[in-house]
């Protein structure tokens, strides 16, 4: 007879393990951020009808491009197209499959340009 006594090893639980892989993966999921976040300030454009001084240029933001006074140009090329433009007044039109991303990537090239002020034109 053995004077040692047999110690059996007790199978591994996995519930314990799946519940830390679930509470992990729920913080790490919560607290993540995928996609990028950009603050714009909106304000309400000047009476309709008013006459606008300087030039006025207009705009069209698609999915796939843009377009200023009718010149297709990329998002990259804009704030260089804009640079010789001093007290303008911009009129800005959105096609109907716009993201909300593309527009607000727009409208901070936009604001950087101090003397640049835009409207932007309501779907019909």
Same mark, same amino acid.
């Given at each position: 007879?053995?004077?040692?006594?047999?110690?059996?090893?007790?199978?591994?639980?996995?519930?314990?393990?799946?519940?830390?892989?679930?509470?992990?993966?729920?913080?790490?999921?919560?607290?993540?951020?995928?996609?990028?976040?950009?603050?714009?300030?909106?304000?309400?454009?000047?009476?309709?009808? #008013?006459?606008?001084?300087?030039? /006025? =240029?207009?705009?069209?933001? !698609?999915?796939? *491009? %843009? $377009?200023?006074?009718?010149?297709?140009?990329?998002?990259?090329?804009?704030?260089?197209?804009?640079?010789?433009?001093?007290?303008?007044?911009?009129?800005?039109?959105?096609?109907?499959?716009?993201? #909300?991303?593309?527009?607000?990537? /727009? =409208?901070?090239?936009?604001? !950087?340009?101090? *003397? %640049? $002020?835009?409207?932007?034109?309501?779907?019909?």
């Amino acid at each position: 007879m053995s004077l040692r006594a047999r110690y059996r090893r007790r199978a591994l639980s996995m519930t314990s393990l799946i519940d830390v892989i679930f509470l992990l993966l729920l913080f790490f999921m919560l607290s993540s951020t995928f996609s990028k976040f950009s603050e714009v300030d909106l304000v309400a454009s000047s009476a309709p009808g #008013s006459a606008a001084e300087g030039k /006025v =240029l207009f705009l069209q933001v !698609a999915e796939e *491009g %843009l $377009r200023l006074n009718a010149q297709p140009l990329t998002l990259e090329d804009l704030p260089a197209r804009l640079e010789p433009e001093t007290q303008a007044q911009l009129v800005l039109s959105l096609a109907p499959e716009v993201t #909300s991303q593309r527009l607000a990537d /727009v =409208l901070v090239i936009l604001r !950087a340009r101090p *003397g %640049l $002020r835009f409207s932007i034109l309501a779907p019909s």
